[in-house]
């Protein structure tokens, strides 16, 4: 019978099975609420449609593809990062968190699959694979990031009323919606 120690993913030395399970708990808890709360910021105020393609590759001067390029590659990082405190060895650990975040980017492109006003991006779906792959590519041939993203926003005041109102309708009104969804503020 193989024991934990021994199994694929796993360093015989500093390997905790506890660890792995609240490493588990904990990924899946931070999903749930994460996908939660995208559920009421994003998708909550417009219609569903059935599962549809939308090609977007032309469409926000390619900031959404960074932005989905920069999650998947943050989620990889993270994931990866506890995976490691669990025991588990740096590669292994870089191919489960690589894994993490391409599966987490792929439940909100298919959440867009079902929004009328959106679709599954095959474009989104390639920024997803490339910041993941980055962030493991990186650790399986230098064990370090050596290229990484770096991201700011900025809140922009209006002076006019008409276009603080129409921002507001646009991007949120609140500090993590306008992080979410205004893209000109965004560097």
Known sequence: QEKWSNHFFLNSDTFNKKRVKVVSIAQGTVWIGSLL????????????SSFHLFD???????????????????????SAGLFRWSGINRKKAAILGASMGIAYETVIEILD?????????????????????????QELAWNE?????????HKNNYNDAELH??????????????ILKDYNAQT
């Not at 709360?37 to 569903?48: F, H, K, S, T």
Request: hydrophobic share 40%; proline share 2%.
């Open 145 to 153: 990031q050596r290229i990484q993203f770096k991201f700011s926003t």
């Open 165 to 178: 109102q129409r921002a507001n309708e646009l991007y949120g009104a609140s500090l993590p919606e306008r």
């Open 113 to 137: 699959g079902f929004s009328a006003e959106w679709g599954f991006s095959m474009s989104d779906m390639a920024a997803n694979l490339s910041g993941s792959l980055l962030f493991a590519s």
């Open 37 to 48: 709360a995208l559920n009421q910021a994003w998708y909550a105020q417009y219609p569903r």
């Open 56 to 78: 977007d590759s032309g469409e926000w001067l390619q900031v959404d593809k960074i932005g989905h390029a920069f999650s998947a590659n943050w989620t990889a990082t993270q």
